[in-house]
């Protein structure tokens, strides 16, 4: 059983950036295909960004496109998420997901999920 725990989150003015992290264990996590979501209040969860299992792909909402960047440490098992130029509408409960095979962008697609990580963007 693959457990997701993320960490990061917090509250940022607008420009400002911060790093997220998901560290995983019980699981191959190489093989892996990690993938970012976040659930703005009151919206439904959507894609963020995702990464191959050995990092050779990396895909991204249009929205952060530029200001985001998803990596991974195959040897820590942790998947990592820099933003940049971080704005309001980024404001969201920010998820961590695992999933077999390759990296998609649909959130049913993915098996494991950890518990969330606040970020908070204040104009």
């Known amino acids: 059983q693959v457990q997701l725990v993320e960490s990061g989150g917090g509250l940022v003015q607008a420009g400002g950036s911060l790093r997220l992290s998901c560290a995983a264990s019980?699981?191959?996590?190489?093989?892996?295909?990690m993938g970012w979501f976040r659930q703005p209040p009151g919206k439904e969860r959507e894609f963020v960004a995702a990464?191959?299992?050995?990092?050779?792909?990396?895909y991204y909402a249009d929205s952060v496109k530029g200001r985001f960047t998803i990596s991974r440490d195959n040897a820590k098992n942790t998947v990592y998420l820099q933003m940049n130029s971080l704005k309001p509408e980024d404001t969201a409960a920010y998820y961590c997901?695992?999933?077999?095979?390759?990296?998609?962008?649909?959130?049913?697609?993915?098996?494991?999920w950890g518990q969330g990580t606040q970020v908070t963007v204040s104009s």
């Open positions: 990464i191959s299992g050995y990092g050779v792909s990396t």
């Open positions: 019980g699981g191959t996590f190489s093989r892996s295909a």
């Open positions: 997901a695992a999933r077999y095979y390759s990296a998609t962008y649909y959130k049913t697609d993915y098996n494991y």
